[in-house]
């Protein structure tokens, strides 16, 4: 029998193409995206978003989207069986089965490009806030690092730690969790739009089986939560929370939300919430010295306080805990995603803040000079 699929739902799977072709056409006109999109369509998006899902004290995405995959298995399961064992209309029970799952897709994709997709596409945070971004020499990253280390030494000495002599936040976790929008509201004083952050960011409950993935935060863009496994080292807690926000924020390249992490963390009020950007940012740094020349990476690695010593082998020790191959395999997803959302160098896109970074120093020491 050929029976005709309806065709409001063959409409809908043009939702696809349509979601691809705006993506190209982003793509191409980053300064049209950053105008009609990210600084308009998409401040609307996030608002009624992040006022309608953050009110809840749980993260809605955790435990909605696998009840959605769960649901979605039985579905498939149940039209395995009955394609089976019926002997009319197969082929067109076949069709529409397999229609309705590229329908699904469809869907899903158009929707993760119009709710935040296309801001991987917007013009980039250094030209928006008109910072100069520009090869290094070893020479540059190395005074910037040390710069980084005085800075961070002289916090340790003020913040809180556990019995294992690691730092903790004050108050904890929780209390972190409620401080951290102070930042951002600090650094709205000289980058207006930088209040427009809604909800709060939210501990994940399945953060003991997420650790395994080498998932730190997850922000999802059908319900605008910024989402943090707990799980992960206390001192890289807060620069983690703050990094979400920046995807929800609009800016969805990782070395951006690393940057932005730093910069809100530097100017957040509380001196945890600042040590731990620091943190962050003098472990990229180190890290990129290490990758051109390890003699100096020991030397500069010596000049830590031993308080700072102690949080980078905690976080050392946590990628060894979780290490395996789950691990490998979200990675590796995680690397494929980035580099089909116009990230080429993948996961190494995390360590470009650094290039930020070094903008940033540069325009400092030109203004005390």
Known sequence: MNKKLPKKRMFLMLLGPLGYILNVISRNNKALTEELYSTGIYRGISWFLGNLFGWFPFSVAEI??????????????????????????????????????????????????????????????????????????????????????????????????DEEGVMVPFGGAESAFA???EGYIAVSEYIPFFDHIYGRAKPLLFSPVIAYTNIWGIYCPFTAEPNVNIMIPTPMLINTMMHEYAHQLGFAREDEANYISFLT?????????????????????????????????????????????????????????????????????NDAYLKANNQQDGEKSYGRMVDLLLAQYREKTKEHQ
């Not at 991987?120 to 020499?137: D, G, K, M, W």
């Not at 990253?141 to 730690?161: A, F, G, P, S, W």
């Not at 100096?296 to 976080?315: A, C, P, W």
């Not at 060894?320 to 997803?333: A, L, N």
Request: hydrophobic share 40%.
């Open 265 to 333: 963390c530097s100017s957040h009020p509380d001196v945890d919430f600042q040590y731990s950007g620091y943190l962050s940012a003098l472990n990229y740094s180190l890290n990129a010295v290490y990758r051109q020349d390890r003699d100096v990476y020991r030397q500069l690695y010596s000049k830590l306080s031993e308080g700072v010593k102690r949080d980078l082998k905690e976080n050392s020790k946590y990628h060894q805990k979780y290490d395996g191959p789950v691990r490998e395999t979200f990675s590796k997803t």
């Open 179 to 181: 401080r951290s929008k």
């Open 64 to 161: 909605f989207f696998p009840i959605l995959v769960l649901a979605a298995l039985v579905a498939i399961i149940v039209w395995a069986v009955r394609l089976i064992n019926i002997r009319q209309d197969r082929w067109y029970r076949f069709r529409n089965g397999i229609i309705n799952v590229l329908l699904v897709a469809n869907l899903l994709y158009f929707s993760f490009i119009f709710l935040w997709g296309l801001n991987y596409n917007r013009q980039t945070f250094a030209c928006i806030i008109s910072l100069e971004v520009r090869p290094s020499t070893l020479d540059e990253l190395v005074e910037m690092t040390e710069d980084l280390i005085e800075h961070t030494n002289i916090l340790r000495y003020k913040v809180e730690e």
